[in-house]
Structure formats: C-alpha cells, structure tokens
DNA sequence: TCCCTATCTCACGTTAACGTTACATATTTA
DNA sequence: TAAATATGTAACGTTAACGTGAGATAGGGA
C-alpha cells in the first residue's frame, strides 16, 4: 500500500528533527524501521506519522519511557481481562497527570497575569520588604493572593 | 515582622523537597537565606513563599534559568521604560509559550480519549497493518483522524 | 569510473538538576 | 558533658536525551 519510502535525512528535515534523534529513538524500540540489504534505514509514511506522534509527546515532555507505556496500549489490551484493566488504570493516570497539568499551567498563567498588572501599578516603589516610603505597596498587600508574588518580592 | 526562621531541614520536609535541591537552588541565586553567625542557613516565612512558588514552577518543567527571568520581573520593571517593555515582550512569551503547551496538551488527551474508544471497538483482531481478518478495522480507518492511534499502530 | 555527499556503526562528550559520599563543625538530647 | 543528630563545604557520581566526531561503506550524478 504504501509506496513512498524515506531515508533518515530526509525523514529529520520533513519532521525538522536531528538524525541523531530518530536513531535514538530506533535505540530505545520507539521506531524500528526497515532496511535495504546494504543496512540503509527506510521509513514509509506510517513511520512519520509514528514519529511525528513521538515528537509531539516528547516536546511535551513526556519521557521515552511515558511514550513507550502509551505505546503498549495495543498489545496490552489484546492479552486477555486483567491486563486490560491494568492498561485502563493506566490511562487513567496519564489523563489525570496530563489533567492536573493543564490546571497547574492555567494557575500559573493566570497568577503571571494578575502579577504584571498588581506590579504596574506600583511604579514608585523599590518593591522590597524594607522599603518604608510606600507604606500600601500594592505587592505587599497582596503576596498572599497571588503566590507567584512572592517570586518577584525580594527575600527577606 | 517575621519572627519564625527554619533551618534547612525543617523547609525541606514542610515542602517535601530534599536539602540538595535548597541548596542547588541558592548556587543558582535563586533563593538566598541568611545565616547565623557560624553559617547555619536560616529560612523566613517569604523564603517558604518563594521556594513554593519554585517548586510549582520546576514541577511544571520550567528551567531553572526560565524560573530566573521570571523572577527578574520586578528588577527589570523598575529600570526605565524600555527595559520595562523588554519585560513586557518576555512575559509575553512566556504567556504564550503556557497557552500553546495547554492547548497541545488538551489535544494530547483528546485524542487519547479518542484512541481508547477506538480501540475498545476492535477486540477481536490484531490491529496490526498486515491483518487481513479484519478489513474494516476501525483503528485503521481512524488513523489520519486521531494521530495518536499511529503510536498504537504497528509500523511497517 | 571518479567524486562527492549521505549513511553506517561505534563510542566518547555534554547539559541540567540534582544524588551521594566524605569529612569537619554545630546543635540538640539524654 | 557525652552521645546522637543536624548542618556545613567540597567534590565526584548519575540519568536522560541527545551532540559530536572517527573511520568505513553506499548511492547518485557528470
């Protein structure tokens, strides 16, 4: 079915990756492609489309281990009940971690938002604790409200 | 104002961290403690505040030197107009840099909600490209829609 | 066929973010 | 005050995810 084959240096530059990547990855059993006699790597476009998922999840951050575990999916829910469950319970935790990030990162988000605007209306000051000349320091008031504050606060 | 002081110990289990990593962080300038007069390192409640607000930050992927940038705001914010519309630009960045990794990260789990669904509608062949038992296998005919099932997939 | 670029397989190098002794003080507890 | 813990500095070790040559083929164009 599939007709175009692609050898690694093409693959890195249609995926804007490094040789060296793919290779790795073939290392760790995340993409195992074909070979001609000669032992030149070929990969078909099931293959990129493989490695395009690989490099989204690793830019994510998830680890080749993390990738490999979503990878076993497949074969794992083929092999009878238990392990099926086994591979649902862990899918469950990949969506509750993938979950708790998405709220941590809008959190975050939402505190660097609230942090400019608190430290734009406190143009006068030197913004430490020390500081006696603006008794109401609007970043002062407000360390407890906005965590992140407390980054941008000089320690005492 | 603030009387309770903590030694290294006490800070690394009230936030579950190691002392190493307290320590690492001040090599980095990134969180620096008093001392007593024969070098014990004595913590405030504002020093807890900020290495909370670190430890979030790390967890969440952000480099040590991200995390200095950030906590640069307040400097920069303070030394003239056009440092200050540097800042600007930079938290920019860093807004948007959040938003896209939210957006991929809600598209990742979409789809592995997706590919679950999937999957579970195709129990009873090997999903694999070389089957032939199973011609309208709905994994294959989803791949190009739900990327991740490609990850699933054998390749050929 | 000659030349040049691409790939191959080792195998050592690199960076971030700590972990882990080792050995010397300091502090706390019995 | 002695013993048990905690803390200090210094420095080497560790892991993941590649980067970077070295030296030897392979493949494609003039």
């Known amino acids: 079915m599939e007709i175009n084959n692609y050898k690694i240096g093409e693959v890195a530059s249609k995926l804007a990756t490094s040789i060296r990547t793919i290779r790795y990855y073939e290392e760790e059993g995340l993409l195992i492609p074909t070979r001609t006699p000669r032992g030149t790597r070929l990969y078909s476009e099931n293959h ?7 490099l989204r999840l690793a830019k994510l951050g998830f680890s080749i281990e993390a990738i490999r575990k979503i990878a076993e999916i497949r074969v794992d829910s ?15 935790e990949v969506l509750n971690t993938i979950g708790g ?3 941590a990162l809008e959190k ?26 603006c008794p109401d320091c609007p970043v002062r008031k407000n360390l407890n409200d906005i965590e992140l504050l407390n980054l941008v606060w000089d320690t005492e």
């Open 101 to 103: 990030q998405i709220k």
């Open 48 to 54: 990129l489309a493989r490695l395009h998922v690989i």
């Open 78 to 92: 083929q092999t009878g009940d238990e392990s099926s469950n086994h591979v649902e319970h862990h899918l469950e």
């Open 108 to 133: 975050v988000s939402h505190e660097i938002n609230d942090a400019r605007r608190v430290i734009a209306g406190c143009h006068g000051c030197s913004n430490t604790p020390s500081t006696q000349g």
